[in-house]
C-alpha cells in the first residue's frame, strides 16, 4: 500500500484559505452564486427573521402586563386578554420559525447538491499529476463529509446565527423599554461574554480543523487497507495494519474530544455568567439600587411582572449567547469546510489543447521526447530523447525494468500528463493541440490492475458510454472470446458481479475489461500486460485474447511475457528513461544484447520458453 505524507492529504485545500473575520465573510459570500437560483427561498428565510425577533422580543412585555394587571390586580379579564396574546405570540413565532428553518434547508440542500456535482466534475477533470500527489481519503471527505457538515453548519449555524442576532437586538429594545437601569446593569457584562466567545470560537477553529485532517488521513488509510486486504493477508501484515489503523483512529478521536471538551466548557463558562448576572440584578433590587423606571419609585416597589419579565429577558439574552457560542463552533467548522471544497476547486492543474478530434488515423510518431515528474528536481529525467514510429495497424512491445519509462510513454500518449519536450503526433496531429477527453475517446487502455464495479457484466463492458448499445457489447465479448463463459452464466450479461469481480476467475476478469477495450471499436490499443501469475486456464485464455486483441489493430503493449512480445510488430527496449534497442523478438534475440538477458529471465513464463 501506498503511503504519503499528510501535507499530500492537504495538498489540494491549501489554494484557498481564509483568514480571519473579513475571510471568513467572504468565504460565506462565495456561496452566494450557487444559492442564487432560490433566492425567493433565502429573501423569504430573511423576512422572517424581524418577525420572529418582534415576537419573542414582545413576550416578556405581555407576560408583565398579564402579571401586573390581570394577576396582581384580579382583573381576570385581562387576565385573559394578556394569555390571548401570549398564546397567539408564542403560536405565530412557532410558525415563523417553521417557515424560516424550512426555506433556508431547501435553499441550502439544492445548492449543497449542485455544488457536491461540480466538485465531482472537477475532480474528474483534474489530471493524472493531481490525484497522484493527493491521497484518495481526502477527496472521498471533500465530496461527502466536508459537504455534510457545510449543510449542517449552514442551517444551525449561520442562518440560526442571524436569527439569534436578531433576537438579541430585540432583546436588548426591550429590556431598555422595561427598565433602562436593569438593561445597562446587565449589558454591562457584554465585553467579558463577546472576549469568551471569541476565545472558544478561535480554539474550537483550530481544534476542528486539526480532527478534519486527522479523519481524511483515517479514510484514506481505511480505503487502502479495505482495497488491499487480500495482500495483507497474504503478507500476514494484519496485525501491524490494525495497529497502524489504532494509532490514527486514536489521534482522530483525540483530536475531536478536543473539540467536545471546549464546546462543553465555552458552555459552562457562559452559564455561569448569566447565573451572576441574574443574581447581580436581583441584589441591586433587593438593595435598593435599582427604581422603576416608570415610576420612579424605590427599587423595593418594583412591580412582580417588571422583576419576572426582567428574568425572562436574561434569559432570553444570554440563551442565545450560549447558543451562539455554539453555534459559532458549528460557524468555524462551516468556514473550514468552505476553505477544503474551494481549495479543490480552485485547482487549475488542466491539461492543454482543445482541439476536438472527430477521429484519429496514420502513423504515432514520438520525436526526441524528455520529460519528468517533477520540473523542479534535480534527478535526472524519466524519459531522454524518445523517438520512434508505430505504423497504424501495427503493434508495438514496449519492454524493459521496472522504472525504466514505459508507463510514462503511456501516460503522456493518452494525454494524463503533458510538459513534455520534443513532439507527439498521432498522423498529422500535434498531441499537444488535442483535447484530452476527445482523444481518449478514441483510444482504449487496457491497465494492469482490472477494475471491475458493482453491476452487471454488460454495465461493466459498456459502462453507459455515449453510442454503446448491448449488440456492440455481445460483439465485442464474441470477438474477444468472452462470449462463452457469459453465456454460461446465470443471465448472461445481466449477471451481478460483486465487488471488484469476486464472483468471477481471473480470466474471466480479464476477458471481460478485453471486451470493454474493443466495445467502442477504438483506433488505438494501449495494453499494460499483468505482472501477476495466474492459472494455467486463466493464462491459457488470456494469451488467446491477447492475440485477437493484436491482430490488424495499432496496438502498444508494455509486455512482461515473452508469448506477447513474440507476437508484436516491433519491440523497444527501455533502460533508465531510454530506449537502448530496437527491432522485432529474432532480431534483437540474435544480437544477444539487453533483450536476450530480459527475454531468457525477467519476459519468459517458463524456462521452455527462452529462446
Not at 426591550?174 to 445597562?184: R, S
Not at 415610576?295 to 429577558?313: E, N, P, R
Not at 462463452?484 to 468471477?504: M, S, T, W
Not at 527496449?573 to 533483450?595: D, K, P, S, T, W
Amino acid at each position: 500500500m501506498r503511503t504519503r505524507s499528510l501535507s499530500h492529504a492537504s495538498a489540494g485545500d491549501s489554494h484557498a484559505t481564509s483568514t480571519g473575520f473579513l475571510g471568513d465573510l467572504r468565504g460565506l459570500g462565495r456561496l452566494w452564486p450557487y444559492l442564487r437560483q432560490d433566492r425567493r427561498l433565502i429573501w423569504l428565510a430573511a423576512a422572517l427573521i424581524p418577525i420572529i425577533s418582534a415576537l419573542q422580543s414582545a413576550l416578556p412585555l405581555i407576560l408583565r402586563q398579564t402579571i401586573d394587571q390581570g394577576v396582581i390586580k384580579g382583573d381576570s379579564g385581562k387576565l385573559l386578554i394578556g394569555s390571548a396574546f401570549y398564546l397567539v405570540a408564542v403560536a405565530t413565532e412557532y410558525l415563523a420559525r417553521s417557515g424560516q428553518t424550512i426555506a433556508s434547508s431547501l435553499a441550502v440542500l439544492r445548492m449543497i447538491k449542485i455544488m457536491r456535482d461540480k466538485v465531482m466534475r472537477h475532480v474528474l477533470d483534474l489530471p493524472a499529476s493531481y490525484h497522484d500527489r493527493t491521497l484518495s481519503g481526502t477527496l472521498v471527505t471533500r465530496a461527502t463529509s466536508d459537504f455534510d457538515n457545510l449543510s449542517e453548519s449552514l442551517n444551525l449555524g449561520v442562518l440560526n446565527s442571524i436569527v439569534d442576532v436578531a433576537v438579541l437586538i430585540g432583546c436588548v429594545i426591550g429590556m431598555f423599554l422595561l427598565n433602562w437601569h436593569l438593561a445597562l446593569v446587565a449589558l454591562a457584562i457584554l465585553p467579558l461574554v463577546t472576549w469568551v466567545v471569541q476565545w472558544f470560537s478561535a480554539a474550537l477553529k483550530t481544534a476542528m480543523t486539526r480532527a478534519r485532517v486527522k479523519i481524511a488521513t483515517l479514510n484514506a488509510y481505511t480505503q487502502e487497507c479495505f482495497y488491499g486486504h487480500t495482500t495483507l493477508k497474504l503478507l500476514g501484515a494484519e496485525k501491524t495494519v490494525a495497529a497502524t489503523y489504532d494509532k490514527l483512529n486514536t489521534e482522530y478521536r483525540d483530536a475531536q474530544m478536543s473539540s467536545v471538551i471546549l464546546d462543553a466548557a465555552m458552555f459552562a463558562v457562559l452559564d455561569g455568567i448569566a447565573s451572576i448576572t441574574l443574581g447581580l440584578v436581583l441584589w441591586l433590587i433587593v438593595s435598593g439600587f435599582i427604581a422603576d423606571s416608570a415610576s420612579g419609585a424605590s427599587a423595593s416597589v418594583i412591580t412582580a411582572g417588571v422583576l419576572v419579565a426582567f428574568v425572562q429577558y436574561i434569559q432570553q439574552l444570554f440563551e442565545p449567547l450560549k447558543q451562539l457560542g455554539n453555534k459559532m463552533a458549528m460557524l468555524q467548522g462551516a468556514f473550514t469546510s468552505i476553505d477544503r471544497v474551494f481549495g479543490v476547486l480552485g485547482r487549475d492543474e488542466r491539461i492543454e489543447g482543445n482541439q476536438a478530434v472527430s477521429k484519429i488515423s496514420g502513423d504515432i510518431v514520438f520525436s526526441d521526447v524528455s520529460f519528468s515528474y517533477h520540473k523542479d528536481a534535480v534527478q535526472a529525467p524519466v524519459l531522454r530523447g524518445i523517438s520512434f514510429a508505430l505504423k497504424a495497424g501495427h503493434s508495438l512491445a514496449l519492454v524493459g525494468a521496472t522504472g525504466s519509462g514505459k508507463s510514462t510513454i503511456i501516460k503522456l500518449l493518452t494525454k494524463l500528463y503533458d510538459g513534455y519536450s520534443g513532439a507527439i503526433k498521432i498522423g498529422p496531429l500535434d498531441l499537444k493541440d488535442l483535447e484530452p477527453t476527445s482523444l481518449r475517446s478514441h483510444m482504449a487502455v487496457v491497465p494492469q490492475d482490472i477494475a471491475l464495479f458493482d453491476g452487471t457484466i454488460a454495465f461493466n463492458i459498456g459502462l453507459e458510454r455515449p453510442g454503446v448499445e448491448r449488440q456492440h457489447m455481445i460483439k465485442a465479448a464474441q470477438e474477444i472470446g468472452a462470449a462463452a463463459f457469459i453465456d454460461r452464466l446465470p443471465g448472461g450479461y445481466d449477471y451481478e458481479i460483486r465487488e471488484q469481480g469476486g464472483n468471477l476467475s481471473q480470466g474471466q476478469k480479464q476477458l471481460i475489461v478485453f471486451a470493454r477495450a474493443l466495445v467502442t471499436s477504438p483506433a488505438v490499443i494501449v495494453l499494460d500486460e499483468a505482472t501477476s501469475s495466474i492459472d494455467p486456464e486463466s493464462e491459457t485464455i488470456i494469451q488467446e485474447a491477447t492475440g485477437r486483441l493484436l491482430a490488424h489493430r495499432t496496438v502498444i503493449v508494455i509486455a512482461h511475457r515473452l508469448s506477447t512480445v513474440r507476437r508484436c510488430d516491433q519491440i523497444l527496449v527501455m533502460n533508465q528513461g531510454q530506449i537502448v534497442e530496437r527491432g522485432n523478438h529474432a532480431q534483437l534475440y540474435a544480437a544477444g544484447g539487453f533483450y536476450r538477458q530480459l527475454a531468457a529471465t525477467t519476459l519468459a513464463e517458463t524456462p521452455s520458453e527462452a529462446p
